[in-house]
């Protein structure tokens, strides 16, 4: 993935000018040190990335003049001391917060929005940014995780504090970004490089002047504290509807986790609209674009005009496939702290896998061998989840057991002990299910290319395929969203629609 490097890190033996050695695994040229400063994959997160996109056009110094002065700044590593060692790579701390004062009413009554903004994070991020340029590894942090924060000054009351149990969350209210920060580094042992925070206005603007995103959804979407109400389908969204899928966080009984499974699908379809859309090659659209978005996002001091340009150059072969995504693993839920209330305890040692495979520079899921033959069908309910029993529906010896084997193979639960049907003179496969199993039994026919589907009331959750002698092969396919759990990585190619 394109996207500037920075600097190497330089052992002590280099700091009187001895070039580092080169990297021989890797077979390419060395290239010349970059500024330590110099930030990736920050401003091309989220909401206010698509500025960098649109520099990628080529668009010179003359149209971003003064843009950078747009941007609010905060100096978020004032001081810091005893931070960790600097890896491979770049890190970004992504924060989306729950500011929304420059919000019109009648937006506020739209997209739900009322209430009093809690001054705190909605949304944590990692955006780590690997040194080669093709990859950009994101990991979500449950605003609910138990944390303890460093030593720290209050921001509201100038109070110095011991460090104390809080939600991750929290953080932001105590100390702003540097506490944020601290706090991250602490619990993750990962050096962030730079700070991009986003509010709900500058996220509303940004789906806004580009056209809108897209999402696809297997089940329909409706939340009544958001007021997000989504059929199953693929669906355009704009601003308010595309803040309302991100926010949304009463659809299941995933609350959080469900939420942060939707925010890394949208941010995968974001990368896709901006690197893929003619109307950021324009000029003046791209000046539009930076002052209509950067006027609402705050970020660090180290990133300004010449850090856009080259952003904006480095990213021109960007595609959702360079993007990976997942959640800290989560080892207990529901972790009461007193004082805090109840909170989300990462799993120590696999969250340390996904941390580490930041620090050195990995990618965080192991490499998948490309599958032959044609891309598995997307189905709205994961095969791991149908319980299937085969019946031989002909004279053919074995049939029963071949296509219990298949089916098993490409993820269903069968029972492994195939019968003989009743009628042994079936032409068609069939696949007979209850119809309180409509959804399981269409999932289960996209396997069975040609089959019929026949409803039988009070046959229960087990589904049957009856195989006839029209039987040719199972076809494979694979749940239209990936697993939701916390610490499952999936690609951005896998989350796009219409890209899997």
Not at 303 to 321: C, Q
Not at 322 to 329: A, D, L, Q, R, W
């Amino acid at each position: 993935m394109p996207t500037p490097p920075r600097s190497p890190r330089v052992p002590a033996a280099t700091s009187r000018g001895v070039p580092p050695p080169q990297r021989g695994a890797s077979g390419r040229p060395p290239r010349p040190p970059v500024r330590r400063k110099r930030p990736r994959w920050a401003v091309r997160a989220v909401t206010a990335l698509s500025v960098v996109v649109l520099a990628s056009a080529g668009i010179g110094h003359a149209v971003l003049s003064g843009l950078g002065s747009d941007i609010t700044r905060v100096d978020a590593f004032k001081d810091m001391k005893n931070r960790p060692r600097a890896g491979d790579g770049m890190n970004v701390l992504l924060v989306g917060t729950d500011g929304r004062d420059r919000i019109s009413e009648e937006e506020r009554r739209k997209y739900r929005l009322g209430g009093a903004p809690c001054h705190c994070t909605d949304t944590i991020m990692i955006v780590h940014l690997s040194e080669d340029r093709e990859r950009a590894s994101v990991v979500s942090l449950p605003r609910d995780s138990y944390a303890e924060t460093p030593d720290h000054t209050d921001r509201t009351t100038g109070e110095q504090h011991k460090g104390h149990a809080v939600k991750l969350n929290a953080a932001y209210a105590e100390g702003g970004p540097q506490l944020t920060i601290r706090t991250v580094e602490k619990m993750t042992r990962v050096k962030i490089d730079h700070y991009l925070e986003v509010d709900f206005t500058s996220f509303m603007k940004t789906v806004d002047v580009l056209g809108g995103v897209q999402v696809c959804t297997a089940e329909p979407l409706k939340d009544s504290h958001t007021g997000l109400d989504l059929p199953a389908g693929t669906h355009t969204l704009m601003g308010g509807q595309a803040l309302q899928y991100v926010r949304a966080r009463h659809l299941d009984g995933a609350s959080d986790l469900s939420r942060m499974k939707r925010q890394q699908r949208f941010l995968a379809a974001l990368i896709d609209r901006a690197t893929s859309s003619g109307l950021l090659l324009n000029p003046l659209k791209f000046r539009d674009v930076t002052q209509a978005v950067l006027g609402s996002v705050r970020a660090d001091k180290g990133f300004g005009t010449d850090e856009m340009l080259a952003l904006g150059r480095a990213m021109r072969n960007f595609s959702p496939s360079s993007s990976e995504f997942t959640t800290v693993p989560i080892g207990q839920m529901g972790y009461a702290v007193k004082g805090v209330g109840s909170t989300l305890k990462w799993d120590p040692a696999e969250s340390e896998r996904i941390f580490d495979a930041l620090r050195e520079d990995e990618p965080l899921a192991r490499p998948r061998p490309k599958p032959k033959g044609p891309a598995p069908v997307r189905v709205p309910v994961d095969p791991r989840q149908i319980r299937v029993q085969v019946e031989n529906g002909t004279r053919t010896p074995g049939l029963g057991k071949r296509v219990d084997d298949a089916l098993a193979a490409t993820g269903f639960r069968t029972t492994k002990v195939p019968r003989n049907a009743t009628d042994r003179a079936v032409e068609r496969t069939v696949v007979a299910f209850d119809p309180r199993w409509d959804r399981s039994a269409k999932s289960l026919a996209a396997a069975l290319p040609g089959s019929e589907l026949r409803p039988v009331k009070g046959q229960g959750p087990t589904l049957k395929v009856i195989a006839g002698a029209g039987f040719e092969k199972v076809a494979r396919v694979r749940p239209a969203d990936p697993p939701q759990e916390s610490g499952t990585v999936v690609r951005g190619d896998e989350v796009v629609c219409g890209k899997q």
